[in-house]
């Protein structure tokens, strides 16, 4: 079993900054060897993948955050650097650990809510 809390969520102006972070634990053999994401959710609409690191490979970014976000991972904590932010990014953002390549094993943080104002 993992578990995930995120924090770091908040009220910002458009053009601002936020950081994200997840701690993750549990087995730590097991954190080191899954896919760690960030999910967001707006009001409305589905779940969507903003960003993930695979162990030991490059992030992947969705095209509407590229350049702007940054994920990152450091032992049991993954991060979410969100830089120049537009109110189309607000929402729900969730932590995911996923077992790579297989996917089998799927975990979900509480979520922390990030809200953009213009």
């Known amino acids: 079993q993992v578990q995930l809390v995120e924090s770091g969520g908040g009220l910002v102006q458009a053009g601002g900054s936020l950081r994200l972070s997840c701690a993750a634990s549990g087995s730590i053999f097991s954190i080191n060897a899954m896919a760690m994401g960030w999910y967001r959710q707006a009001p409305g609409k589905q779940r969507e993948l903003a960003a993930v690191i695979p162990p030991g490979r490059s992030a992947n970014y969705a095209d509407s955050v590229k350049g702007r976000f940054t994920i990152s991972?450091?032992?049991?904590?993954?991060?979410?650097?969100?830089?120049?932010?537009?109110?189309?990014?607000?929402?729900?953002?969730?932590?995911?650990?996923?077992?790579?390549?297989?996917?089998?094993?799927?975990?979900?943080?509480?979520?922390?809510?990030?809200?953009?104002?213009?």
């Not at 650097?81 to 995911?96: A, F, H, I, R, W």
């Open 73 to 118: 991972r450091d032992n049991a904590r993954v991060y979410l650097q969100m830089n120049s932010l537009k109110p189309e990014d607000t929402g729900v953002y969730y932590c995911n650990a996923r077992s790579w390549p297989s996917g089998l094993r799927d975990y979900w943080g509480q979520g922390t809510q990030v809200t953009v104002s213009s």
